[in-house]
C-alpha cells in the first residue's frame, strides 16, 4: 500500500509540476534533443508510476514470517495474506481496475494513432510520387507549386520534397540549408519520436490535462535539433536566410518542415544563443531523464526485493 500511494504521489507531481517545469525551463532550447528525450521520459515516468501502482495494489507485498521451504511459497504466501487482510480484495480490484484501464487506453492510443500515421503517410507518399519530379535535384521530389515549400516524411519510405518556387526562390547555399535540415529530421528519426510523444501524450492527457498542451513543444525542438544540424553544415547565414524566405509557410499537416513553427524562435536563436549546454549541466540533464524512468521501477520493485531476499535468508 505504501509503495502504491508513493508512487502516485510521484506520477501526480511528474504529470503537474513537472511538466510545468519542463515547459519552463530555459536550458531545452540549447539541448533540443535532450528536450525531446526529457519529454518522453517524463511521460513514461507518468505512465510507469500509474501502472506501478495498480500492480503494487493488485499484489500486496506483505512480509511472511514462517520456514518456509521454497522462495515460491513466500509468493503465494504474501499474495493470500494480502487478499486476506480487511479491505485486500477491495484494494486489489482498484489496483486491477486502474491497471486494466491504463493498459487499453495506452492500446487503444498505440493503435489508433500508429495505423492513423501509417495510412496518412502511405496515402502522401503515393500522391507525392504521383505528381512529382526525381532527378532534378538528387535524392529529393519536386512538386510544381507557386509557393516555396520544403518538407519530408519520416518512415522507411521517407521522402524529402521541395516545391519548383522553392527552388526559383532560394540561392544554391541557402538550398543546401534546408536540405541538410530536412535531412537531420530523417536521420534523428524525428517522426518516431514525436509519434512516441502523440501515444504517450494522448494516453495520459485525459487524467493529466498538462498534456494536451505539450506536443507543440517537442516539435519546436525537433526543429531546433535539425536546425542544429543545419547550421553545423552548412553555417548561420544561409540557414537564416532561407528560413527568413520561408517563414510566412505554414507546415503541411504530418509532414516535418523547414518553415514549421515558431520561426521567429528559432531565427533569433539561430543569431543570439550559444548552440549546446556545458558538459556538466548536460550530464545532470542526462542523469535527471534517467531517473524519470528508474525511479518508478525502484519504487515498484525494492518490496519485491525485499520479499525475495528475506524468502532467500529463509530458505537458507
Same mark, same amino acid.
Given at each position: 500500500?505504501?509503495?502504491?500511494?508513493?508512487?502516485?504521489?510521484?506520477?501526480?507531481?511528474?504529470?503537474?509540476?513537472?511538466?510545468?517545469?519542463?515547459?519552463?525551463?530555459?536550458?531545452?532550447?540549447?539541448?533540443?534533443?535532450?528536450?525531446?528525450?526529457?519529454?518522453?521520459?517524463?511521460?513514461?515516468?507518468?505512465?510507469?508510476?500509474? +501502472?506501478?501502482?495498480?500492480?503494487?495494489?493488485?499484489?500486496? $507485498?506483505?512480509?511472511?514470517?514462517?520456514?518456509?521451504?521454497?522462495?515460491? %511459497?513466500?509468493?503465494?504466501? %504474501?499474495?493470500?495474506? &494480502?487478499?486476506?487482510?480487511?479491505?485486500?480484495?477491495?484494494?486489489?480490484?482498484? &489496483?486491477?481496475?486502474?491497471?486494466?484501464?491504463?493498459?487499453?487506453?495506452?492500446?487503444?492510443?498505440?493503435?489508433?494513432?500508429? /495505423?492513423?500515421?501509417? %495510412?496518412?503517410? =502511405?496515402?502522401?507518399? #503515393? @500522391?507525392?510520387?504521383?505528381?512529382?519530379?526525381?532527378?532534378?535535384?538528387?535524392?529529393?521530389?519536386?512538386?510544381?507549386?507557386?509557393?516555396?515549400? #520544403?518538407?519530408?516524411?519520416?518512415? /522507411?519510405?521517407?521522402?524529402?520534397?521541395?516545391?519548383?518556387?522553392?527552388?526559383?526562390?532560394?540561392?544554391?547555399?541557402?538550398?543546401?540549408?534546408? !536540405?541538410?535540415?530536412?535531412?537531420?529530421?530523417? /536521420?534523428?528519426?524525428?517522426? *518516431?519520436?514525436? @509519434?512516441?510523444?502523440?501515444?504517450? $501524450?494522448?494516453?495520459?492527457?485525459? $487524467?493529466?490535462?498538462? $498534456?494536451?498542451? #505539450?506536443?507543440?513543444?517537442?516539435? !519546436?525542438? *525537433?526543429?531546433?535539433?535539425?536546425?542544429?544540424?543545419?547550421?553545423?553544415?552548412?553555417?548561420?547565414?544561409?540557414?537564416?536566410?532561407?528560413?527568413?524566405?520561408?517563414? =510566412?509557410?505554414?507546415?503541411?499537416?504530418?509532414?516535418?518542415?523547414?518553415?514549421?513553427?515558431?520561426?521567429?524562435? /528559432?531565427?533569433?536563436?539561430?543569431?543570439?544563443?550559444?548552440? &549546446?549546454?556545458? =558538459?556538466?549541466?548536460?550530464?545532470?540533464?542526462?542523469?535527471?531523464?534517467?531517473?524519470?524512468?528508474?525511479?518508478?521501477?525502484?519504487?515498484?520493485?525494492?518490496?519485491?526485493?525485499? @520479499? +525475495?531476499?528475506?524468502? @532467500?535468508?529463509?530458505?537458507?
Amino acid at each position: 500500500m505504501t509503495s502504491a500511494l508513493v508512487l502516485v504521489a510521484f506520477a501526480v507531481t511528474a504529470g503537474t509540476w513537472g511538466v510545468s517545469a519542463l515547459t519552463q525551463a530555459r536550458w531545452t532550447a540549447r539541448a533540443p534533443r535532450l528536450a525531446i528525450a526529457a519529454w518522453q521520459a517524463l511521460a513514461t515516468s507518468v505512465l510507469l508510476s500509474i +501502472a506501478a501502482a495498480g500492480a503494487a495494489l493488485a499484489i500486496g $507485498f506483505q512480509h511472511v514470517r514462517g520456514d518456509l521451504a521454497q522462495l515460491f %511459497n513466500v509468493c503465494v504466501e %504474501n499474495l493470500k495474506h &494480502g487478499y486476506a487482510s480487511p479491505g485486500g480484495t477491495v484494494v486489489a480490484t482498484l &489496483g486491477l481496475a486502474s491497471l486494466s484501464i491504463l493498459a487499453t487506453r495506452t492500446l487503444w492510443c498505440t493503435l489508433s494513432i500508429w /495505423r492513423q500515421d501509417a %495510412n496518412e503517410r =502511405r496515402a502522401r507518399v #503515393a @500522391m507525392l510520387d504521383l505528381v512529382g519530379h526525381a532527378g532534378i535535384v538528387p535524392g529529393v521530389l519536386v512538386l510544381d507549386h507557386h509557393a516555396p515549400y #520544403a518538407f519530408c516524411i519520416g518512415g /522507411r519510405r521517407h521522402r524529402v520534397v521541395v516545391t519548383s518556387a522553392l527552388l526559383d526562390s532560394l540561392d544554391p547555399c541557402e538550398l543546401d540549408a534546408v !536540405l541538410a535540415h530536412e535531412a537531420a529530421h530523417l /536521420r534523428q528519426r524525428h517522426h *518516431a519520436a514525436l @509519434m512516441i510523444c502523440r501515444i504517450t $501524450f494522448g494516453t495520459l492527457a485525459p $487524467f493529466f490535462p498538462a $498534456f494536451r498542451t #505539450a506536443l507543440p513543444h517537442v516539435r !519546436l525542438f *525537433a526543429e531546433l535539433s535539425a536546425d542544429d544540424s543545419a547550421r553545423k553544415r552548412v553555417g548561420v547565414a544561409p540557414l537564416r536566410s532561407a528560413l527568413l524566405h520561408l517563414a =510566412r509557410i505554414p507546415a503541411p499537416s504530418g509532414t516535418l518542415a523547414a518553415s514549421a513553427s515558431d520561426v521567429e524562435t /528559432r531565427l533569433v536563436r539561430l543569431t543570439d544563443q550559444k548552440a &549546446g549546454l556545458p =558538459r556538466r549541466r548536460a550530464v545532470v540533464a542526462g542523469v535527471t531523464i534517467a531517473g524519470l524512468v528508474v525511479v518508478p521501477l525502484a519504487l515498484v520493485a525494492a518490496p519485491v526485493v525485499a @520479499m +525475495a531476499w528475506e524468502g @532467500m535468508c529463509l530458505i537458507g
